[in-house]
C-alpha cells in the first residue's frame, strides 16, 4: 500500500507561482509513476503531469506544458509539481496519484489517491 499526502496548495494572484509536494509513506515511490491531476470547480478529473519515479521521465498536459515542472525530490521521497504563471483556469483541487510502472492519463488507471489540496488563482 501506498499513502499519499499532497501540500502546498493555497490563493495566489494570476501570473504567480505555487509549488505542490507530494509525500508517500508505507512503501516508497520505486517502480512507481506517479501523476498529478486536478478537477476544476463543476468539471471531471484531468490529467496534468507525470513522472516516471525509476528514470525520471516526465509527461505534460499540453494546458500546461512550458508553465508546470514535475520532479522528484529523492532525499524526500517525494514529487513535486512547481506551477508558474498561473492562471484563473488553474483553479482545482489538484490531487497526487500513482500506479505501478508506466504512467496512464486516465484517472481510473491510478490505485492510489491523496487526500487533494485546493489551489485558487485570483484574476
Known amino acids: 500500500q501506498v499513502q499519499l499526502v499532497e501540500s502546498g496548495g493555497g490563493l495566489v494572484q494570476a501570473g504567480g507561482s505555487l509549488k505542490l509536494s507530494c509525500a508517500a509513506s508505507g512503501r516508497p515511490f520505486t517502480t512507481y509513476a506517479v501523476g498529478w491531476f486536478r478537477q476544476p470547480p463543476g468539471k471531471e478529473r484531468e490529467f496534468v503531469a507525470a513522472i516516471l519515479w525509476t528514470g525520471g521521465s516526465t509527461y505534460y498536459a499540453d494546458s500546461v506544458k512550458g508553465r508546470f515542472t514535475i520532479s522528484r525530490d529523492t532525499a524526500k521521497g517525494a514529487v513535486d509539481l512547481q506551477m508558474n504563471s498561473l492562471k484563473s483556469d488553474d483553479t482545482a483541487v489538484y490531487y497526487c496519484?500513482?500506479?505501478?510502472?508506466?504512467?496512464?492519463?486516465?484517472?481510473?488507471?491510478?490505485?492510489?489517491w491523496g487526500q487533494g489540496t485546493q489551489v485558487t488563482v485570483s484574476s
Open positions: 496519484a500513482a500506479r505501478r510502472f508506466v504512467y496512464r492519463t486516465t484517472p481510473g488507471d491510478y490505485n492510489y
